[in-house]
């Protein structure tokens, strides 16, 4: 027999919590503790290579970890204790699934023993999260959990991305077990995600490219996931063939916004051009997106006449929603990079002189287009002048979720991949600011700002605190319309302008509130005191809650309307009341 | 068609449906049978029967039968969605192979005397149901064969004095030497 007291590798589930986060070069830990976790959390005080970002509530440390892996193409690392700790997990863990963020989340247990006696802080953690993650493990033994830590970063980071959840019961983290490095056997065999794309499908889909009339590129979030080098070759595709690119509000800046063939975000509150060029194309190539029903509109008239070409590492994205002619299986990037090496040597660049001519035409109709005011700041101003006043600076931009998030992703360009942290799929309000804390992390050097609504910034606010412990300069940037702007816009077209329950009666007074926090307040009401400020507000090293008083009753445009095709969106110019009175009307319904 | 205003497309679509019968591969561990049953109510998927056993206890694999109805597009959506869970190792679509053979044990129990025994027993023989219980006032067949055939002898049972039945759901196998 050895003697296991001075074997390295003997140590108890706590120290093995710790010893696998370095392992896998995690710097930053996001988390709140609590009984089922006091193991752990001395742990993490015995040691220096793992910070510790103590939130304020651990909904906060979730989306933190979302921003932290969104701005890094790293996994995100959250601690939480058991009960209540896990159950306030919930939201950014569905939050983190609907949009493909890679987050390892550890949870506490009651001990093995308590577990299904309605302990103290109990609950069935890897039965609530079981349909919020993408796989989720109990440890019931000590002598599993390096095995299970180290298949949990292996399935948050491979294939499709996305989080998981490994439960420790206290008496798994206080006993002594056997610990191992990462290893290749600690991943069932059963999990073998798809990385390279089947050939002859490429074939095919560089024939019906080669041969497009009025081609269109549309790229998702997947591009973003994939990697730096999957935005480089979706770069050069379009360089390459010349091809008009869109996206979804999930893949904004894996093209850049200045880019020649960029159509602006397509879907719901996307551009004219882009949404025309999806309805009217004759070949569709959809790289890391999902056809997800903002982005479609009504399905049965979505882009009526196209083949469509859909690369995605998720087979069950593939004829989900819409029939795909061409599906590719694959990492975006493998597949990108594969596919333009077929095109680059077997075809050229077709004429698409005629197809840009009309797409000249949509984009003439200016679909972005307000009217200037010089008494009100307008919304979509007040993003225009952001994103001025931020070009030179190293920005990052995150967003709660309404109005202002679609006008940040409409008026804010993005160069780069990795800038834009929003939620997209689950559309969580509360997201950006704990979001932004997180990339902050990260990038303790950079702009990080979280343009956010009034309404939403309340939901997760208490983070300001995290600010200010750990001197995290966000920039907490409001657009103030005193509504919940998206819902009473709703409630205009849609419910004759009943605006129930859509309107803050009591809001904060921002700039005190900044003030209690200890962080610094500003505000602007008059378009002519809106650049001053934004300036003061970048040259702040310290965390800034900025109330910028907005037109209350703006819409945002343009939009498609109810249950219409991409054919049919109203346009800013155009949505008179009557117009929009007439474009909702009908018995339709909106999508 | 007046639709309420909606924040979704309220769209209304009656394809046909077809039933498919799926084996899946897994490892036999804690909560995959949650997992893959919440897969079905989460996403609304039928599930007409199912049926799970390990079946090779060596290397903790255990096979899951399920029968499903649904649009063909959402039967390949089910395939899809099982077979990125990660202790899935396979799904067969036994349907689509075309080369499966489906079995269905039942256990039904008939209450009654006379001549309602007389053609319990004649019945039970014509469909080749073994008696395995029987009391003066009652007997319990066990039925093997595909669910059509089970169900036809239920039916015919209930006249005579059906009482309750237990059946496993179905089981699939591949017809031909290759295992799936
Ligand atoms: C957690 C959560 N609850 C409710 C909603 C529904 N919702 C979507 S936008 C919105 C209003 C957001 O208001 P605000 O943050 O002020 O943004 P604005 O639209 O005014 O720019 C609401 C309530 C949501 N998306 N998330
Ligand atoms: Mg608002």
Redesign the pocket.
């Given at each position: 027999m050895t003697d296991k007291s001075h074997d390295p590798n003997q140590m108890t589930g706590a120290a093995m919590i710790v010893r696998a986060l370095i392992d896998h070069g995690v710097q930053h830990l996001f988390g709140y503790p609590g009984g089922a976790v006091l193991p752990i959390y001395d742990e993490i005080f015995q040691q220096s290579e793992v910070e510790h970002i103590l939130v304020r509530h651990e909904q906060g440390a979730g989306h933190a970890a979302e921003g932290y892996a969104r701005s890094t193409g790293k996994p995100g690392v959250v601690l939480v204790t058991s009960g209540p700790g896990a159950t306030n997990m919930v939201t950014p863990l569905t939050d983190a699934l609907m949009d493909s963020i890679p987050l390892v989340c550890i949870t506490g247990q009651v001990p093995t023993h308590l577990i299904g006696n309605d302990a103290f802080q109990e609950c069935d953690t890897v039965g609530i999260t079981r349909p919020c993650t993408k796989h989720n493990w109990l440890v019931r033994d000590v002598n599993d959990l390096a095995k299970v830590l180290h298949e949990a970063f292996y399935v948050a980071t491979t294939g499709r991305p996305g989080p998981v959840v490994v439960d420790v019961p206290k008496d798994v983290q206080f006993a002594t077990g056997t610990y191992h490095p990462p290893r290749k056997s600690d991943v069932h065999v059963s999990y073998t995600p798809r990385v390279k794309g089947d050939a002859t499908q490429i074939r095919k889909a560089v024939a019906l490219l080669a041969g497009a009339k009025r081609p269109v590129i549309y790229s998702g979030g997947g591009v973003i996931n994939s990697g730096r080098e999957a935005s480089k070759l979706l770069r050069e595709l379009v360089e390459v063939t010349g091809f008009p690119i869109t996206s979804t509000l999930m893949g904004l800046g894996a093209y850049p916004a200045t880019g020649k063939n960029w159509l602006g975000m397509l879907g719901m509150h996307g551009t004219y051009e882009s949404n025309m060029a999806m309805h009217d194309c004759d070949v569709m190539l959809c790289v890391g997106a999902r056809f997800d029903d903002r982005i479609t509109g009504r399905t049965d008239a979505f882009s009526p006449g196209s083949k469509k070409i859909h690369i995605d590492i998720d087979p069950s994205s593939i004829n989900k929603n819409i029939h795909v002619d061409v599906p590719i299986i694959g990492d975006c990037g493998n597949v990108l990079g594969d596919l333009l090496q077929v095109f680059k040597a077997e075809a050229k660049k077709p004429d698409i002189k005629a197809w840009w001519q009309e797409i000249a035409v949509w984009r003439a109709r200016n679909s972005l287009a307000y009217r200037k005011n010089s008494e009100v700041i307008l919304p979509q101003y007040a993003i225009e002048r952001l994103f001025e006043a931020t070009r030179g600076h190293d920005t990052y931009i995150t967003t709660?979720?309404?109005?202002?998030q679609m006008w940040a992703a409409q008026f804010f360009g993005f160069e780069e991949p990795h800038r834009w942290m929003t939620s997209g799929g689950l559309?969580?309000?509360?997201y950006g600011l704990p979001a932004a804390l997180g990339v902050q992390v990260a990038h303790r050097d950079s702009l990080v700002i979280d343009i956010a609504?009034?309404?939403?910034v309340q939901?997760t606010m208490q983070e300001m605190s995290t600010a200010v412990q750990f001197e995290l300069p966000i920039k907490i940037f409001i657009?103030n319309?005193q509504?919940?702007?998206?819902?009473r816009q709703w409630q205009q077209l849609l419910h004759g302008n009943r605006l129930s329950h859509s309107y803050s009666e009591a809001l904060p007074d921002f700039v005190k509130l900044a003030d209690a926090f200890g962080c610094v307040g500003l505000q602007a009401i008059k378009p002519g005191d809106l650049d001053g400020a934004l300036k003061e507000m970048i040259s702040i090293k310290r965390p800034v809650l900025f109330d910028c008083r907005v037109a209350a009753l703006e819409n945002c445009f343009p939009m498609i309307p109810s249950g219409k095709a991409h054919n049919e969106m109203l346009l800013p110019a155009e949505a008179t009341d009557e117009a929009t009175a007439a474009a909702f009307a009908g018995g339709k319904a909106l999508v | 068609m007046n639709q309420p205003a909606s924040a979704y497309f309220l769209e209304e679509r009656h394809d046909p449906t077809e039933s498919h019968t799926l084996s899946v591969l897994v490892q036999n561990e804690p909560g995959v049978l949650a997992r893959v049953i919440g897969l079905f109510s989460g996403r609304g998927y039928n599930i007409e029967s199912l049926t799970v056993s390990e079946t090779e206890s060596q290397k903790h694999l255990s096979r899951i039968t399920i029968v499903t109805t649904g649009t063909p597009m959402v039967i390949e959506q089910i395939k899809h969605q099982l077979d990125r869970m990660v202790p899935v190792y396979r799904v067969v679509d036994m349907t689509l192979t075309g080369r499966s053979i489906e079995r269905e044990l039942a256990m039904v129990k008939v209450r009654g005397g006379g001549d309602n025994r007389v053609e319990a027993l004649r019945l039970a023989d014509a469909f080749r149901a073994r008696v395995i219980d029987a009391t003066t006032e009652s007997f319990v067949f066990e039925i093997t064969g595909n669910s059509a055939k089970v169900s036809q002898f239920i039916d015919l049972m209930r006249p005579i004095g059906l009482v309750e039945v237990s059946r496993t759901g179905v089981a699939a196998i591949g017809r031909g030497p290759e295992g799936m």
């Open positions: 709660e979720v309404g109005q202002h559309g969580t309000m509360g609504g009034d309404a939403s939901m657009l319309n509504y919940m702007g998206m819902v | -």
